[in-house]
């Protein structure tokens, strides 16, 4: 059972970075991961997905409209760790972000299609 740990959250100003990781354990190729982030009283949304095919190529299959252009979703297979680039970070992407994943090329962006899942990691931006 693939397992999953996020890392690299914490408080920055509007128009600040930082870069999340999270580490897999287990064989991910083949597998559609992707970050998903969840406001205090908001539903949990995707982020970004990106699908990693069995010679472990990995392609970037979607972006909320709400980052693109900002936030890069990246893999480095030789570590099995899966990134979030987030840059010119503004107040409303304050949320936990999550790390996800599924057996399967990623055919929707929805959390409820990923049933592996991280711990969570806390992104706070201060205006």
């Known amino acids: 059972q693939v397992q999953l740990v996020e890392s690299g959250g914490g408080s920055v100003q509007a128009g600040g970075s930082l870069r999340l990781s999270c580490a897999a354990s287990?064989?991910?190729?083949?597998?559609?991961m992707g970050w998903f982030r969840q406001a205090p009283g908001k539903e949990r949304e995707g982020v970004a997905t990106?699908?990693?095919?069995?010679?472990?190529?990995?392609?970037?299959?979607y972006y909320a409209d709400s980052v693109k252009g900002r936030f890069t979703i990246s893999r480095d297979n030789a570590k099995n760790t899966l990134y979030l680039q987030l840059n010119s970070l503004k107040p409303e992407d304050t949320a936990m972000y999550y790390c996800?994943?599924?057996?399967?090329?990623?055919?929707?962006?929805?959390?409820?299609?990923?049933?592996?899942w991280g711990q969570g990691t806390q992104v706070t931006v201060s205006s």
């Open positions: 287990g064989y991910t190729a083949n597998y559609c």
């Open positions: 996800a994943a599924v057996p399967s090329y990623c055919k929707s962006a929805r959390p409820a299609a990923f049933p592996i």
């Open positions: 990106i699908y990693t095919d069995p010679l472990v190529r990995s392609y970037p299959t």
